[in-house]
């Protein structure tokens, strides 16, 4: 059985979010009540990642053993078939799991995969970077956190409105990446060269952020390619983490995606 923390909230048909690389559920919360009024909306912390440990028998090695976890634990909890909207990595993780025809729906924001190698190390370069900047004592951390403008300066690369997070918020955030234990192992296998190439036979939506630092808003452009048959959205005004920059509408567009499959 494999071990995943998770936040639960609404009622309806299942909904189900996915967080990127060195993140956790609580990249979704300024979303979660509006998805809640319309779903059972279940946040997860990927295996290794958040309050979710590491798998017994280690990390995934790539994609396709990622998707197999996510997709077994899904089964076990009894989630047939749910929608699900995944950013960055999770996004990735969402088209995977549409082109295996495990859910009913998938939303992929700033998916990775539609990279090229250029791109994808800039990418892991720029985010081992932030990871090390959350390698300081604890109380450092959170000390470098209350000042907006320090706040502003840690997230600027993820978010096109860091100000927005709280102090609250950005320790979490900071701390769930100092203590990504699965970030590294990712890292890793997504640096052997992953594409996503599935073809997803359910409504699939790909939202990009048209101010996003780390997968560039060029990589937009290789996913109509590759996906011809989704509907692609741009985000105006928003970074590789749209969700903090402008709630109300990553949540129509992931409402949307969901609508479409009852259309």
Known sequence: ????????????EPLVLIHGIGHHWRAWEPVLDRLAEHHDVIAIDLPGFGRSPVPSGGMPADMPQTVAAVAQWLDEQGLRRPHV????????????????GVVASAT???PAGFWTRRHMRYALTVLTAMRWGTLLPQPVVRANMRPSRTRALAFAMLMRHPGRL??????????????AAGFRPVARAAARGYEFRGVPSVPVTVAWG???????????GTARERLPQARHVTLP???HVPMSDDPALLAEVILATTAATTA
Not at 1 to 12: S, T
Not at 85 to 100: H, K, M, P, T, V
Not at 167 to 178: F, I, K
Not at 210 to 220: E, G, Y
């Open 1 to 12: 059985m494999i071990e995943v923390a998770y936040e639960r909230r609404g009622a309806g």
């Open 85 to 100: 909207a995944g950013n960055s990595l999770g996004g990735a993780i969402a088209l995977e799991l549409a082109a295996a």
């Open 166 to 179: 709280d102090a609250e918020r950005a320790v979490a955030d900071a701390l769930a990446l100092r203590g």
């Open 210 to 220: 048209d101010r996003d630092r780390i997968l560039l808003p060029r990589q937009a």
């Open 237 to 239: 005004g928003c970074g």
């Open 108 to 110: 992929a924001i700033s």
